[in-house]
Structure formats: structure tokens, C-alpha cells
């Protein structure tokens, strides 16, 4: 079955970096489009970054363009979002999620989520 | 850009049906077929439910049902169920080619 496994969220200082990783199982990752989605406690979803099943195309949200970075590696399964220059709005779980296609249409299957709060 | 707009709240009896709107501009939901909707119980990652508009994943009930006109969409949940009762949210593809979700509407079963 899908399975998407987020890894690396934690309590971070202001101004310093972390990187996320997203295990996939379950599914040809290869093919898929991948996204990370973000959502402050008790607040709604808020899209962070995605890119194409090649990872030739990636497109961020203005609220973290310049300071995330979203990638891939198709042998390994793995996504990644790394993250620098954090701040306390960055505070969030973090998800990690696959298209419902090989470009960036929609998030589908969604993984469980990573924490990740900035404070000092 | 601004979040796509939802009723924050969205009540009903179980057997009955409720309509959760959800509304864009003609940069999103309102110029392409790629309106999703998701379902989120406290706790819990986000499922989807409707993809493209009107497209129900494999496994998920036809109670739920999607729709669009202009620049709203909207989800019916039809034959209300307590396990319904959790936070509904859209989503659309947008012209900038990111993805824009709405604030999420609370639906709860009375």
C-alpha cells in the first residue's frame, strides 16, 4: 500500500535551518509528483512547494520562495525540503504528499506529518 | 493571493445533505478542472475525497460529490453520517502553478 513517511521536523531556533525528508513506499515514485504542505497548529492547510515526477519543474509559494528548497531522488524514494533561514509563521506540521499525476495538479495520499517549531 | 473562500462552519442532520462552497477567482478554480477536496478528522492528515472537479478516489463514498460553476465549486455530502462530522477543505491548481487551499469549513452532524 502508499505510504509516505515524513522524518527531520524538531524545535529549531529563528534564523537556522532544518531539512525534511518524506520516505515513499507502495507506488512508483518515479511517475508521481510530490508536494509539501504545511499547516500551523489549529489553523488550515497551507501549500509550501512542489515539483514534477522528473524534477525538472518546481514551484514554490511566495511565503517561502528564496528560503526552501524542494527536491527529490527517484532511486532512493525520498523527498526532500530543505529549509533555511527559518522563522516562528514557519512553525508547522509539514506533510508531504503525492500527486494524483506525474506533474502538479493536486495532492492525493498524504503522509502523517512532521512538526517543526521555530523558537528560541 | 488570497486563500480560496469557504463558510467557516456547516451544519446538518444525519440523513440529510449539506453544501460546502468554495470560492476562486478566474486565475484558479475558476480556469481549470483541478478543484480537490479533502476531509480531515482532529489529528489526522488530510484525505482526499474529490480530485478534477468532480472525481471521487478509489474507496472513497459516493455521498460525496463535486461540483463548479464559475468561480465557485462545491462538495455535497449526501446522507449525512456522524463519521462525517471533521474539517473540509478545497483546493485548486492556479495560473501561477502552485496550489491555493481554502480556510476550511468545520462540518459538524447534529
Known amino acids: 500500500q502508499v505510504q509516505l513517511v515524513e522524518s527531520g521536523g524538531g524545535v529549531v531556533q529563528p534564523g537556522r535551518s532544518l531539512r525534511l525528508s518524506c520516505a515513499a513506499s507502495g507506488f512508483s515514485f518515479r511517475n508521481y509528483g510530490m508536494h509539501w504542505v504545511r499547516q500551523a497548529p489549529g489553523k488550515g492547510l497551507e501549500w509550501v512547494a512542489a515539483l514534477s515526477s522528473d524534477g525538472n519543474n518546481i514551484f514554490y509559494a511566495d511565503s517561502v520562495k528564496g528560503r526552501f528548497t524542494i527536491s527529490r531522488d527517484n532511486f532512493k524514494n525520498m523527498l526532500y525540503l530543505q529549509m533555511i533561514g527559518l522563522r516562528a509563521e514557519d512553525s508547522a506540521v509539514y506533510y508531504c504528499?503525492?500527486?494524483?499525476?506525474?506533474?502538479?495538479?493536486?495532492?492525493?495520499?498524504w503522509g502523517q506529518g512532521t512538526l517543526v517549531t521555530v523558537s528560541s | 493571493q488570497s486563500a480560496l473562500t469557504q463558510p467557516a462552519s456547516v451544519s446538518g442532520s444525519p440523513g440529510q445533505s449539506i453544501t460546502i462552497s468554495c470560492t476562486g477567482t478566474s486565475s484558479d478554480v475558476g480556469g481549470y478542472n483541478y478543484v480537490s477536496w479533502y476531509q480531515q478528522h482532529p489529528g489526522k492528515a488530510p484525505k482526499l475525497i474529490v480530485y478534477d472537479v468532480t472525481e471521487r478516489p478509489s474507496g472513497v463514498s459516493n455521498r460525496f460529490s463535486g461540483s463548479k460553476s464559475g468561480n465557485t465549486a462545491s462538495l455535497t455530502i449526501s446522507g449525512l453520517q456522524a463519521e462525517d462530522e471533521a474539517d473540509f477543505f478545497c483546493?485548486?491548481?492556479?495560473?501561477?502553478?502552485?496550489?491555493?487551499f481554502g480556510g476550511g469549513t468545520k462540518v459538524t452532524v447534529l
Open positions: 504528499a503525492k500527486d494524483v499525476g506525474g506533474g502538479i495538479r493536486c495532492p492525493g495520499f
Open positions: 483546493a485548486s491548481y492556479t495560473s501561477s502553478t502552485t496550489v491555493i
